[in-house]
């Protein structure tokens, strides 16, 4: 009798599965799923911000060497190239500005208190800009790269200029005036390699 069971159990499995590829269902994890809807808000917040002139791109994908991150907004202007980082950490965190890894603390509506570890988004985003400068560098641009980071939930352990927490920060590091200035072409070609 339990074979039977067994098989049975089995054939439900494998159908659920062809059920669930056939209609295109998308299981995500939960995780993943806040993770792009911080990032969609987050664009949505930077899009206020934008001018005709700025050209902005999301989820691009970069690789120098053996390294390799997917930025979540690059913002191409003629003031520059910019990446803002986007992160939906929910709870306290703690770390500081050089650590690879900061501590997240999340208390449930139970009191119980969960601890995970999560990336550093100031030590991501400086690698991105590291890979960022390589590729234009290998395309015959010298264009400096700022990068900066949105937390949705205003948690950041640290106070850096890196860390954006409104639309004013937003619109005035992309739309600073310094000594960089990008010409048509040059936005143009950053444009092609990445869109």
Known sequence: M???YLIALIVGIVAVVILIFWLGINIEDPVERAGRRGEEVATDIISQVLTEDDILLTNVKISFERTR???DNMIIN???VFIIEVKNYVGELVGGLDDYEWKKYKTTPGGDIYRKTVKNPIKQVKSQIYILSHILRQHKLDV???GYVILLERNSPVDDNMILESLSDIEKA???VGNQRLSEREISIITNIFD
């Open 78 to 80: 003629s003031h520059g």
């Open 144 to 146: 400096w790269v700022d």
């Open 69 to 71: 991150s997917e930025i």
């Open 2 to 4: 339990s074979e039977i």
């Open 174 to 176: 992309i739309h600073r």
